[in-house]
């Protein structure tokens, strides 16, 4: 089993619809969750990240950590065509601990008009 | 513009003869690192450095040198290169690496372009 597990889709939603992208973790040690969405022909780019459980929001973007289940997912309401991309989750152990981020396989949306 | 530039963007190559991806950052970073992304594996992490002459083995070092003589620059070294190193290719740079938040303004990853190599 992956440390980390994503869903490659691709998803595709007509414009408007609130998407739900989500990651599964077996590594308990995980307290950084980071989302970062990737263009095609392009590096990724961060969009959001949280420490420990809860949720962050940022515009149409929340992005939610539940550490007892082990799972992570992104909302992005609202959902424009711009934002078809492949979704790629990504996280790491606190301070201290390994400098090397766990990546998702990455998740690809479409959205269309 | 602050940016992470990679050379070159595409390559086509033979087994066996070297080569050296650059690349260059022009945020002052401390930090830096390289990625390859492979279908159906995500983003998996080469080598990293933590600063100049610092560099560390990734999850999937076999196969690939680095060097960090200056701060700006880390070239991805391959040897002898094989067809499963045929790949898509991240730089990333740091303000630093230290681990601490994971994301915040300075952990923020910045990646480069892509450098899709392809090892005939």
């Known amino acids: 089993q992956k440390e980390v597990e994503q869903d490659p889709g691709p998803l595709s939603v007509p414009e408007g619809a609130i998407v739900s992208l989500n990651c599964t973790y077996s590594n308990s040690a995980f307290q950084y969750f980071m989302w970062y969405r990737q263009y095609s022909r392009k590096g990724p780019e961060l969009l959001m990240y949280?420490?420990?459980?809860g949720n962050k929001e940022d515009g149409r973007f929340t992005a939610q950590v539940d550490k007892s289940s082990k799972y992570i997912s992104l909302f992005i309401r609202d959902s424009q065509p711009s934002d078809s991309a492949t979704y790629l989750c990504a996280m790491k152990p606190p301070r201290g601990g390994s400098y090397i981020p766990t990546f998702g396989r990455g998740t690809s949306l479409i959205v269309h008009p | 513009e602050a940016q992470v530039t990679q050379n070159p963007r595409y390559l086509i190559t033979v087994t066996g003869k070297k080569l050296t991806v650059t690349c260059s950052q022009n945020?002052?970073?401390?930090?830096m690192s390289w990625y390859r992304q492979d279908p159906g594996l995500g983003l998996r992490q080469i080598y990293y450095?933590?600063?100049?002459?610092?560099?560390d083995k990734g999850d999937v070092p076999e196969g690939y040198k680095v060097s960090r003589k200056e701060k700006r620059n880390f070239p991805l070294i391959l040897e002898s290169p094989s067809p499963n190193q045929t790949s898509l290719y991240f730089c990333a740079s740091s303000l630093s690496g230290l681990g601490g938040s994971g994301g915040g303004p300075t952990d923020t990853q910045y990646f480069g372009p892509g450098t899709r190599l392809t090892v005939l």
């Open positions: 450095s933590m600063n100049v002459e610092v560099t």
């Open positions: 949280t420490y420990s459980s």
């Open positions: 945020m002052n970073h401390e930090y």
